[in-house]
């Protein structure tokens, strides 16, 4: 089960430096951020579930460290993709207000800040607008992804790049 983290302020926002996710913000908008998330953030051991698909919970995950994989299935699982330290995992139903639309499970010790609607909508405008952007051109990025994915496969090149072997 996930475990609530401490981290020194400074240190968390020294952290978010190095971090995509908060390269368009300013120091004080990444200050009220971290102020408005304090006691939001925790860490999954390696292994361990952090999104269920179908789960009614709307939350952003911002991730500060580690790595997750994002995973479709009801009795088998298939790995969709990983996501890194500086990315971010659980949007669509962030955005869109509806259940999970797949599994997330911690690769390694995985550290994250974890963004609530509630706690969203009570931040700056100008930082709600910062943070949507950089959700929706992710969003777009990965249907991109997809996008090229499709043709790839519709064209019979089955040697597109994914972290896996198909054929295993």
Known sequence: MAKRLKIAFGKLLELTHRLDFFDTMDEVQRVKVLQSLEGDL?????????INEGEQKNH????????VTIEKGCDEFSTVCSV????????????MGTGRIASVCAQRETIVLQLSQKKFTALDIEIQILI???????LISRLDEMNQQVLKLQNGDVNFDLEYDLWE
């Open 60 to 67: 952003l995950f911002i991730i500060l460290a580690g790595e």
């Open 42 to 50: 925790f860490v999954y051991e390696q292994g361990e579930i952090i």
């Open 84 to 95: 890194k330290g500086g990315d971010f995992f659980g949007e669509v139903s962030f955005i």
């Open 132 to 138: 949507k952007d950089k959700v929706i051109r992710k």
